[in-house]
């Protein structure tokens, strides 16, 4: 078993891409993904709910958030695994640019809910 001193972790790790790095950067774009969507529902859903209005849209709001924010923690300790396994820091910087644009489209999905005249037992 190797084991890494703590001085000079970070410069252990380089931003040279080879077919490895590479290969566990997707993957674990791939799991950020997973591990959102394991915490929160569509962006169908979000704005569906979202739609309700009053207190229930308010929980829903909150719901979501803590469901980002569990999924995201769960991400990231992917994307670290990723980089401390190549040493490389494409994994955790391709994990990150993921979660930036999930949190994006997620707020955007909260902000937007559909249209309040029709309910989705209407469709």
């Known amino acids: 078993m190797t084991t890494y001193a703590l001085d000079g972790f970070a410069a252990s790790f380089s931003w040279t891409i080879d077919a490895e790095s590479a290969g566990v950067t997707a993957l674990c774009i791939g799991d950020a993904f997973a591990a959102w969507s394991a915490c929160n529902p569509s962006i ?8 309700l209005g009053g207190v229930e849209a308010d929980n829903t709001k909150g719901d979501i958030r803590r469901g980002s924010a569990i999924g995201s923690g769960l991400a990231l ?10 040493r490389s820091w494409y994994p955790l910087v391709g994990t990150i640019a993921m979660l930036m644009v999930l949190w994006a489209t997620y707020e955007w999905a909260l902000a937007n809910p559909h249209d309040k005249r029709r309910s989705i037992a209407d469709q």
């Open 44 to 51: 169908f859903t979000v704005r569906t709910f979202r739609t």
């Open 77 to 86: 300790i992917v994307g670290f695994g990723g980089s401390l396994v190549t």
